[in-house]
């Protein structure tokens, strides 16, 4: 499998001429994200994460594409009909070739005064977690985990770490940031892969890895 990360926190998923995209929200600007995608999995409604006119401009060059999503996100696009289909924590379902397993329901608490917005999380082929906006634990050898959010700190993201304990851990969710805050992250990632003897990095946009 390939994994290509793309803008903020958007992954693009390759196996066997199958591409499943998770994520290419409004701060995806790369073209190239849903080019030829079979299924796009869309973890919550936030801006970052969903861009509703770019979905149905990828559905319109695309027949045959579907969109797997949470209730929250679903309601936005009700005019693909049948081609969005709702999961949500504990369905397994079988896309473009990929198994994805739904985890999680709500986004990270972020307001007092806002309820958290319905959030799932993916896990793919039994290898690769996207949490979407969310601390979701799962055990799994791959994961790509939130690197800043307005509601997250330095010491959520390192518990998240060790409490997964995974193998490999790519750092997304960082378009927040600027070049100083990419040198506090990197740097946190480093020690703590240090730490633990294992793999745990950011990656740029446009960077892939093989699983």
Known sequence: MRLTKFGHACTRLEKDGHALVIDPG???????ALADADAVLITHEHFDHFEPERLRAAAG??????????????????????????????????VAGFEVAVVGDKHHFSHPDVPPVDNVGFLVDGEVFHPGDALTVVDVPTLLVPGQAPWMTVPDL???????????????????????????????????ARRGGNEIRRLKPGQSVEL
Do not use: K
């Not at 409004?26 to 190239?32: D, L």
């Open 158 to 192: 390192i518990g998240y770490l060790r409490e997964i304990a995974p193998r490999r851990a790519f750092a997304i969710h960082d378009g927040l940031i600027n070049d100083w805050g990419i040198q506090v992250l990197e740097s946190v990632l480093e020690s703590e």
């Open 26 to 32: 409004a701060m995806t600007p790369e073209p190239e």
């Open 61 to 94: 060059r695309n027949p045959e594409l579907t969109v797997h999503t949470c209730p929250g996100v679903a309601r936005h696009l009700t005019d693909l009909g049948d081609r969005v289909q709702v999961v949500g924590n504990g369905d397994t379902i079988q």
